[in-house]
């Protein structure tokens, strides 16, 4: 069984930067994307990134384009969200999960193809 365990949030200015940490267990072999998304009060779910299993597919949410950075580090079986220039919008609590039917070509940022959701971890952004 997949399981998730999201950590690295917590509270930073506005400028500011994190590192979110996506530590995977239970793999099944195979080509999957994992993903990263956040949920806000009173709002829906959203995609933010994804990267395939094998690194070479990446996309971004148009709103986090140029701050945030998806990267994996198959060794560690871990995914990270590098988060700069973080701004109060970002404020959420960001989940990962996989996508098991992901092609390689590109993965994708729907939340409704991802299973396995972590427990999140809460990000807040203020002065």
């Known amino acids: 069984q997949l399981q998730f365990v999201e950590s690295g949030g917590g509270l930073v200015q506005p400028g500011g930067s994190l590192r979110l940490s996506c530590a995977a267990s239970?793999?099944?072999?195979?080509?999957?994307?994992i993903g990263w998304f956040r949920q806000a009060p009173g709002k829906e779910r959203e995609g933010v990134s994804c990267i395939g299993s094998s690194g070479g597919s990446t996309n971004y949410a148009d709103s986090v384009k140029g701050r945030f950075t998806i990267s994996i580090d198959n060794t560690k079986n871990t995914v990270y969200l590098q988060m700069n220039s973080l701004k109060p919008e970002d404020t959420a609590v960001y989940y990962c999960?996989?996508?098991?039917?992901?092609?390689?070509?590109?993965?994708?940022?729907?939340?409704?193809?991802?299973?396995?959701w972590g427990q999140g971890t809460q990000v807040a952004v203020s002065s």
């Open positions: 999960a996989a996508d098991l039917h992901s092609l390689p070509a590109n993965c994708r940022l729907p939340w409704v193809v991802y299973d396995y």
């Open positions: 239970g793999f099944t072999s195979g080509y999957y994307a």
